[in-house]
Structures are given as structure tokens and as C-alpha cells.
């Protein structure tokens, strides 16, 4: 098979030769080197095009917004310079009120504008974030879905596409929050620890230095708070996606029955406990090492401001510097310090998610550029397949082996075959919903590409979906391009028998079906499948594929549905997947399918007369009915 994914449970690891080089994977994989004098440097040099990557990524998102957002930075670092000015006028003007430039009631006065000032442009950022960090988060959901919608399906029925598809899905609704606010938060530091240390720089210039010194250790802590947190969501993603899996059985409708009818809520519960209890243990131990790391952190940042508030006392003892200026000082040390620790959490919370984005751009990047779109294509002479072999990844034995077949225009073929012999792999083969390993698959005689025969083959499969939608949509959602003009909804439903679910229903082909969502109107299992095969005949292609269509069907809708099979496809071919004998009698060739081989070809008539596997299989079901 042409697919890349083919022979790997892990996308990501086969991906690696066609890794992208952008700058989240250039900056995690700084990240992850190794920790020393040079990774502090590396890392130093690696925050300005990390920040630049997240401001991209932000601005991107929401242009105005980002704006915005920094405009409220702007104003908070000078409301923050304009306390630390009003604290020196009040101190001057209560210490030393012969020499103040303005009185007590005026420098209080201003004091208290500027903090309201920072305070109200405080609770309009945390606004602002709320917002941006939404738009952030639908960007990313955007081309997280984007992805999924372009892979191809063995891709996607990989183990390690799935695993990716919940690592990324997690934090797809966390992490681009986090870079938001971590952005945001940075920038606003930024600015306060400039004007901050501009006002310190004016009283000493020493107190910024000593200050500064806590940046260091924090910078590396958060690098290794960084890989720890990758590492865990890495531990934790299987167990993170068994626990889910629990939960949708646990809550969800179609398993209610189910699992009432065989008490089976109560084991499903323990496992579900177990795996809270094994999430619990790892979690524990994580949330240690990040208390470890938080802990570390503020004393660094302790022990600076206290170095500072030391050398502000020995400077007003040695004289050199006056009270109102060390009030101010010692306000200003305190607002530094406050934007240093806000500026190392930011840091810290960019260097945390960019391992996590590496992952979104990793996984963006496993599926093709561009979702190939097809062209529909008549069938004039047929669909042949010629020695068509297939074997899913992490599979010893080919599910399809060698498989010849055809499909004239406008004719009915069968494929039969015990459990597990390859029907349905070999459907979506014939559909194009996978490439063969080996052999050709011509249309009218010619190679067509993939993206093709989707486009010009119809399949419902036996597990088909049953939209929470109305039966309109549920109809019409096979050819989203096409108008669904009244007329051809009409012809889908009528074919398929559901003209008469039609009239039962409150509005008709406008009622909601389904109680998923809203209170619609619910079908019966083989009322469902009569609307799965209208979507199937209202996407008018001339080729349909149909995996046990009658499954759910009573035997009277069963017999209508065969007795005029022709009619009802209205001239379309048909490859016909059924275990009822009955319904592929009527077939121009049947096909045997035996462990991934065809052993049998011809029309009923044929197979009977030739003891084989068919005639032994037709005869051992309809001796059941006798
Ligand atoms: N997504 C998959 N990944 C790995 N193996 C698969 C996958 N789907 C099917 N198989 C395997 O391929 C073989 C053929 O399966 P297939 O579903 O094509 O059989 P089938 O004839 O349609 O069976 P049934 O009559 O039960 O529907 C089986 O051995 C099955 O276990």
C-alpha cells in the first residue's frame, strides 16, 4: 500500500523523516537538549523566536484583540511607574513637607488614581485574555480539525494517530490559553520591569542586578518544570483515553441498554476507579516535583528581594540616599520583584507549552498538505481490480490476498464470505477509502486517483451514522455541494422505502431525529437503515457499496428491498455485502471470499451447481428456515 503509515503503530515516529522545520519544533527540541551552563545560553537565546512564534500564533488568532491586549500592557506598566512617582510625592510630602512640590491631599489623591488606574486595567486584562485566549483556542481546534479531516483512513484508524489526536486534544483546549496569558503576561512584566529599574537605576543601580540575579535559576527551573510536564502528558495519554472510552460507555445513550440489561455498569466502574487511582498515583508524584520546582523558585525570588531591601537599608544608613527616596525605593523593589516573578511564570508557562505545540505542529503536519478533492466520474464500462492485496498495519496475513474482481456498469455483484474474510476491507478498497498494497484498481479501463473513486463511489457501511440532525439532513448530507432541491430528496426517500417514515414523523422531512441532542423523533434500528440507504442513493454516483444493507430489516422491508433491487438503484452498480443468501441470489456474480481470497466466482445458478463453499454455506441457512 502506498500509505506511509502503513507499517507503524506511531505516526509521529514515521513522520519524523518528513519532520517540518518550523519554529515550535526548532524551539522544543532546544528544550529537550541538555541541561547545563550551554542550555541556559541556548535557552536565552531560543525565548526571543519562542515569543515571537506565540505572538505570531496570537496575533494571528485575533489581530484587534492582541492589540488590544497590549494596549491595556501599556497603560498598566505606567500606572505602575506613576505609584511609585505618587508614593515619592506622599513620602515627600509627609517627610519632608518644606521642600515637597505638591501637597499631602494632592500626592495622596494622585496615589490613589494611579492604583485604581492599575487595578481597573488589571480586571480589563483578564477580560481581554478570557477573549483572546478563546480565539487562540478556536484557531488551534480549527486546524486540529483541519487535520483530522485531511488524513486518510488507515491513518486514522492508527493506534498512534489516535494517541496523538488525544494528547493534542487535551491540550489543544489548555495550552494555547496558557501561551496567551503567558504572552500577555510577558509583555506587561517586560514593560514594568523596564520602568521599574529605570526608577531603581535613578536611587542605585546595584538594586537592579541583585534583583535580576533570581532570573536565572528561574529560567531553568521552568525548562525543567517544562520537560517534566511533557514527559507525564506523554506517561498519561493511554490511560487519559482508556478512562474516556469508559466514560462515554458509562454515560452515553446507544450503550444504556446495554449495560443495564447486564448489570455491567459496576465492573465497568471499577476499571474506571482503577485507572483514577493509577492517573491519581503519577499525578501526585508530578504535582511533588512541580511543588518542588514552585518551592525553589520563590526562594530564589525571596532571597533577591530580600537582598535588595537590605542594600536600600545599608544605603539610607550610610547616608547616601534619604527616607522618601527609600519609601520609594522600597516600592519600587517590591513592584519589581512582583513583575520579575511575573515575568519568570511567563517565561516559564511559554517554555512549558512549547513542547505542546511542537506536538500540534507535529501532528498538523502527519497529514497531507491539502485534502484531495475528487471529481466525480461516470461509469461507463466498469471498476476492475487486478491482484489486489491489503494487509492493515501491525497485521501478520493480508486481509485482502490477491483479489481479483469487476464491477460492470449498471451490474449487481455480491460479495459473500464467512466473519473476517475481507468484505468490507475489500469495499473500501473498491470505494478508494484505502489503496491496495499490490495491484491495480482501474475505472473504465484507466488508473483514476484515489481522491477519484471516492468521489464517484457511495458506501453505507453496517455501522453507518445515525445523524442527530433532521431526516432532511440526514438524507442530504451524502453531497453537501449539491442544492437539495425537494425533488431529488423525494426520489432519495422514496427508493429507499422512507416515504413512509416520512408521513408518521411530526414535520415531515423537517423533524429532528434522534434524542441525543434535542427531544427529536426516534427510529427504529431498521427505520435508521431505510434513511442510511436514502443518503447512500441521494449522492447519485454510478457506482454504490453497500455493507449489509438489510441488516436491520424486517423480513417483508428485506424482501421489497431485493425483489426490485434494480429499480430501486435506478441503473447505478451495486457491490452488495450480505450474509442473507437470499438477498445475493439475485446478483450477476457473487463472489466467495475466503480468509482474504476469492475461492468462488459466478451467478447463483453457477455456485450451486458447483459443491463449493457457497452452495454448502446457502444450503446450511436455508435449512434453517425449513
Ligand atoms: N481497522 C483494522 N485494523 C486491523 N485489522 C483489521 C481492521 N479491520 C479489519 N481487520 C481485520 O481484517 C480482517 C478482515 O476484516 P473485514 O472486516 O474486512 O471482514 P468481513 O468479511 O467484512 O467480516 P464481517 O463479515 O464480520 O463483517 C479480519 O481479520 C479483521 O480482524
Redesign the pocket.
Known amino acids: 500500500m502506498s500509505s506511509r503509515y502503513n507499517h507503524s503503530p506511531n505516526v509521529l515516529v514515521t513522520l519524523s523523516n518528513r519532520y517540518r522545520h518550523n519554529s515550535w519544533n526548532t524551539l522544543s527540541r532546544r528544550y529537550h537538549s541538555t541541561v547545563g551552563i550551554t542550555s541556559i545560553a541556548r535557552a536565552s537565546a531560543a525565548t526571543p523566536r519562542l515569543i515571537a512564534a506565540a505572538t505570531r500564533e496570537v496575533a494571528a488568532a485575533d489581530r484587534f484583540g492582541t492589540v488590544t491586549a497590549a494596549i491595556y500592557q501599556i497603560v498598566g506598566a505606567v500606572g505602575a511607574l506613576g505609584v511609585v512617582a505618587a508614593s515619592k510625592l506622599t513620602f515627600d510630602a509627609l517627610l519632608q513637607p518644606e521642600s515637597a512640590r505638591f501637597g499631602l491631599t494632592v500626592s495622596l489623591l494622585a496615589l490613589a488614581f494611579m492604583t485604581a488606574l492599575t487595578g481597573s486595567v488589571g480586571a480589563l486584562q483578564t477580560q481581554q485574555h478570557r477573549l483572546l485566549g478563546e480565539r487562540v483556542s478556536q484557531r488551534v481546534w480549527d486546524r486540529v480539525l483541519d487535520t483530522t479531516a485531511r488524513a486518510d483512513l488507515v491513518t486514522y484508524?492508527s493506534a498512534g494517530f489516535a494517541t496523538s489526536l488525544e494528547r493534542v486534544q487535551q491540550n489543544a483546549l489548555t495550552r494555547p490559553f496558557a501561551v496567551t496569558t503567558a504572552l500577555l503576561g510577558l509583555t506587561g512584566s517586560l514593560l514594568g520591569v523596564v520602568t521599574m529599574s529605570a526608577v531603581l537605576i535613578g536611587v542605585e543601580p546595584l538594586l537592579v542586578p541583585i534583583l535580576l540575579a533570581a532570573g536565572l535559576p528561574a529560567v531553568l527551573l521552568a525548562r525543567w518544570a517544562s520537560r517534566t510536564e511533557f514527559a507525564f502528558a506523554h506517561r498519561l495519554t493511554p490511560l487519559f483515553r482508556r478512562r474516556n472510552y469508559l466514560r462515554q460507555l458509562l454515560t452515553q445513550r446507544p450503550y444504556a441498554a446495554e449495560l443495564r440489561a447486564f448489570h455491567s455498569t459496576k465492573p465497568l466502574r471499577e476499571r474506571h476507579r482503577e485507572l483514577n487511582a493509577g492517573i491519581n498515583v503519577q499525578l501526585r508524584q508530578q504535582v511533588r516535583r512541580r511543588q518542588l520546582i514552585a518551592g525553589l523558585t520563590t526562594i530564589g525570588v525571596a532571597l533577591s528581594l530580600t537582598a535588595a531591601l537590605l542594600a536600600i537599608i545599608g544605603l539610607v544608613r550610610s547616608g547616601r540616599i534619604d527616607l522618601p527616596a527609600a519609601g520609594a525605593a522600597a516600592i519600587a523593589v517590591r513592584l519589581l520583584s512582583s513583575q520579575l516573578g511575573t515575568l519568570f511564570t511567563s517565561i516559564g508557562g511559554l517554555l512549558e507549552s512549547a513542547p505542546f505545540l511542537a506536538d500540534l505542529e507535529r501532528f498538523v503536519a502527519s497529514a497531507p498538505p491539502s485534502p484531495a478533492t475528487g471529481e466525480k466520474r461516470p461509469l461507463r464500462q466498469g471498476i476492475v481490480l487486478r491482484d489486489i492485496s491489503f494487509r492493515?498495519?501491525?497485521?501478520d496475513?493480508p486481509?485482502?490476498d490477491a483479489v481479483d474482481i469487476e464491477i460492470g456498469a449498471g451490474e449487481v455483484v455480491a460479495?459473500v464470505?464467512?466473519?473476517?474474510?475481507?468484505?468490507?476491507?475489500?469495499?473500501?478498497i473498491v470505494a478508494g477509502l484505502y489503496d491496495p498494497d499490490l495491484g491495480t484498481r482501474r475505472w473504465d479501463g484507466a488508473d483514476a486517483p484515489p481522491a477519484d473513486i471516492r468521489a464517484s463511489v457511495t458506501v453505507i457501511f453496517?455501522d453507518f451514522v445515525r445523524y442527530q440532525m433532521t431526516l432532511r439532513d440526514n438524507i442530504t448530507i451524502s453531497d453537501g455541494d449539491r442544492p437539495g432541491d425537494e425533488e431529488s430528496v423525494h426520489d432519495a426517500a422514496r427508493r429507499a422505502g422512507v416515504l413512509g417514515v416520512t408521513r408518521e414523523l411530526p414535520h415531515g422531512l423537517d423533524t429532528m431525529l434522534g434524542r441525543d441532542l434535542d427531544e427529536g423523533s426516534d427510529l427504529s434500528g431498521g427505520q435508521w437503515q431505510r434513511v442510511a440507504l436514502a443518503r447512500a442513493l441521494y449522492r447519485d454516483t454510478s457506482l454504490v457499496v453497500l455493507?449489509?444493507p438489510a441488516a436491520a430489516l424486517d423480513p417483508r422491508a428485506e424482501h421489497e428491498l431485493f425483489a426490485d433491487v434494480r429499480a430501486m438503484l435506478g441503473g447505478r452498480a451495486a457491490l452488495l455485502?450480505s450474509?442473507r443468501f437470499s438477498s445475493t441470489r439475485m446478483a450477476d456474480r457473487i463472489y466467495v471470499?475466503d480468509a482474504?481470497r476469492v475461492v468462488e466466482c459466478g451467478t447463483h445458478d453457477e455456485l450451486m451447481v458447483g459443491a463449493g463453499q457457497y452452495a454448502e454455506l446457502y444450503r446450511l441457512q436455508s435449512a434453517a428456515y425449513r
Open positions: 484508524e492493515y498495519p501491525e497485521q496475513r486481509a485482502v460479495l464470505g464467512e466473519n473476517g474474510s475481507g468484505k468490507t476491507t475489500l469495499a473500501k453496517q455493507d449489509e455485502i450474509h471470499l482474504g
